[in-house]
């Protein structure tokens, strides 16, 4: 029975053609949606990890509370005691130092005299270190634009966007103007051995990257470290044990009074990421819903029209004696086939679009050059297992709704008109 409606479905191209589009177009929207959406969302979460909340992160405290100005004055002391605890408790997790100040760079000609100012972010990681993976991890031999990764102290790294407005040169000599630790005045050179771009519009406007030993002498921090951020081995990020390892931490701290005792947050904890965690969840199951009752309303109209335009096939299948059931449980297995054959195509179109979007993106700089949110400027999709099964979900369930809701006329037909309908 089915081999022989299928065949029909293939002959008639005007019963099956319209529904088939429909179906198809659905099908990609949903796919496409589901790819970009857990792409742009995977890479948001990711750029956080990587550049600022780490898969969890240990402030002190007072900086905890006042983070947003980067008080290094609040900032952890005894870090490498801390960290070899750490390593210790949670050996499954990779545990690295960071410094994140802020302040002036000044720029000298050749006399000497001031041509440029601007206000810098300054991060601090373990650049020469043999065993810290920061650099791979963020990236920066893919990132530098010109010149070198410092190799030695007193080189730094500048936002290549940075560099540009303020006509700074590899080789260049920059002044850092700010306060230490302690709240004394800081004056140090630095030497530009090369410039980066990230792909974040907040961090590129005005970044500088140090080793960490060079920001402990220049704020007079030693063994110091505004916080520490663990990454797990795996690389990905894992919710349930990220929550676990900050719970099970700070319960070890919870008897301490002290303001600069340290305190461990997940990355669900930080910039609000736990609920763009959520949302993108929910957003997904949204869209199938909506498109699902989207696509009944279009695909019953269209099995109104169809249902029409077969009123007298429906007739004389009456006529020859077949029961009202038997015709709309055909109808339902039709409408089956076609929202299969719908959901097949527009997968394969969706999978497309998504793979387009995951290799090539959209840059989106042109629109957020005052940003200062985490976001990367090129917008990417990701292509998901749940893609290969999303799209059939509205595909084959609204067609089969739809044919149900424009099947019901099938038992309102009446036997005896049918000869007069066939007359005519």
Not at 32 to 40: E, K, R, T
Not at 117 to 126: E, F, H, T
Request: charged share 20%; net charge negative.
């Amino acid at each position: 029975m089915i081999q022989f409606i299928l065949k029909g479905i293939l002959r008639d191209k005007n019963r099956s053609l319209l529904p088939i589009i429909i179906v198809a177009l659905g099908v990609t929207l949903t796919v496409f949606l589901s790819g970009y959406l857990a792409g742009v969302f995977q890479d948001i979460i990711n750029q956080n990890a990587r550049f600022d909340t780490g898969h969890v992160k240990i402030m002190s405290r007072s900086y905890a509370d006042n983070k947003d100005q980067m008080p290094i004055d609040l900032a952890l002391l005894d870090v490498d005691q801390l960290q070899e605890g750490l390593e210790k408790s949670y050996p499954e997790v990779e545990w690295v130092k960071r410094i994140r100040f802020g302040g002036l760079l000044d720029i000298a000609d050749d006399n000497g005299n001031t041509k440029g100012q601007g206000p810098a972010s300054v991060m601090a990681i373990s650049l020469f270190s043999q065993e810290s993976r920061e650099a791979e991890r963020l990236n920066i031999e893919q990132a530098l634009v010109s010149g070198e990764i410092p190799g030695k102290n007193g080189e730094v790294l500048i936002a290549h966007d940075f560099s540009e407005k303020l006509n700074i040169e590899i080789g260049d000599e920059i002044t850092y103007v700010g306060s230490t630790m302690y709240g004394s005045m800081a004056f140090q050179n630095f030497i530009v051995s090369g410039t980066v771009h990230f792909g974040t519009a907040g961090f590129d406007r005005g970044a500088v990257v140090m080793d960490i030993s060079d920001a402990q002498t220049l704020l007079d921090m030693d063994n110091g470290a505004t916080e520490i951020l663990g990454y797990f081995e795996s690389g990905q990020y894992n919710s349930e044990k990220a929550f676990e390892i900050a719970n099970e931490f700070n319960q070890k701290q919870a008897s301490s009074d002290d303001e600069f005792a340290p305190k461990m947050f997940s990355l669900e904890q930080q910039n609000n990421l736990g609920d763009m965690l959520a949302y993108s969840n929910y957003m997904s199951q949204i869209i199938v819903i909506i498109l699902i009752f989207a696509m009944s309303v279009v695909l019953w109209n269209t099995g109104l029209l169809g249902g029409l335009r077969r009123y007298k096939e429906y007739g004389i299948r009456l006529a020859l004696g077949e029961s009202k059931g038997s015709i709309y449980r055909k109808s339902i297995i039709e409408a089956i086939l076609i929202g299969g054959m719908g959901s097949i195509i527009g997968t394969i179109l969706g999978l497309s679009a998504t793979y387009y979007m995951q290799e090539v993106g959209v840059d989106i700089s042109d629109l957020m050059p005052q940003s200062s949110m985490m976001i990367p400027s090129t917008l990417r999709a990701k292509m998901i297992p749940s893609q290969f099964y999303i799209g059939f979900i509205p595909g084959v369930c609204a067609m089969v709704l739809g044919n149900m809701l424009s099947g019901m006329g099938i038992y309102k037909r009446q036997t005896a008109h049918l000869f007069k309908e066939l007359e005519v």
